[in-house]
């Protein structure tokens, strides 16, 4: 009898602890294997999604720096091409003036035009130095990978150089149709050239 007893005294203790975990469940309490996963997939949900969201926005970042970087450069051979090209066109005004009739006063007019000749030599001057800009002009191109630009570059450059390597003299005795020619060639590299650097610049 006492056996019996005290098995029923066990049987009610048990079933009020069962009573009393599933009531601190429902109150929170405690948690099970169920809360504590579906809390760790929505804290490591919200760490992954908020992680990649920062990595895309980095990516991104560092994408628009890099092009406005890459179009900055060039931008700044474009300058370099447009000032040689001022001084290059000029002079080929004031030349084409002074072979004229009324720019030269007779056909001797180059040595009746001291004035204008010393200019055109100054320009000769701002030439070579334009020149030299040519080599920064390429490296940046060769290191932004723009090697078309770059080539197209070095044709213009080559043309360019028909018109500036001759002396005064050797070019004032050139036929009209052979300077025509050469002024000619140096426009079509330039055309080719902003081609190219307009290719490169829409990159991206």
């Known amino acids: 009898m006492g056996r019996f007893r005290r098995r029923r005294a066990f049987a009610a203790l048990n079933d009020a602890k069962r009573v009393e975990w599933h009531e601190a469940i429902k109150s929170g309490e405690h948690m099970t294997w169920i809360d504590?996963?579906?809390?760790?997939?929505?804290?490591?949900?919200?760490?992954?999604?908020?992680?990649?969201?920062?990595?895309?926005?980095?990516?991104?970042?560092?994408?628009?720096?890099?092009?406005?970087?890459?179009?900055?450069?060039?931008?700044?051979?474009?300058?370099?091409?447009?000032?040689?090209?001022?001084?290059?066109?000029?002079q080929k005004a004031l030349f084409e003036t002074l072979l004229s009739p009324a720019g030269s006063g007779g056909e001797s007019g180059w040595a009746d035009n001291k004035e204008y000749e010393d200019e055109f030599k100054l320009l000769d001057e701002k030439l070579r130095v334009a020149f030299e800009k040519f080599a920064d002009a390429s490296g940046i191109l060769l290191l932004l990978g723009e090697t078309d630009a770059e080539s197209a570059l070095d044709d213009y450059a080559s043309a360019a150089h028909e018109w500036y390597d001759p002396e005064l003299t050797e070019m004032i005795a050139l036929p009209p149709a052979q300077l025509k020619k050469i002024r000619d060639k140096i426009d079509d590299k330039r055309t080719e050239l902003m081609a190219r650097m307009s290719d490169a610049y829409r990159k991206f």
């Open 36 to 90: 504590v996963t579906d809390s760790a997939v929505k804290i490591g949900l919200g760490a992954l999604i908020a992680g990649g969201f920062s990595f895309v926005v980095a990516r991104l970042t560092q994408r628009a720096e890099y092009v406005k970087r890459r179009r900055d450069l060039i931008e700044k051979v474009m300058d370099m091409m447009n000032d040689f090209d001022k001084i290059y066109r000029h």
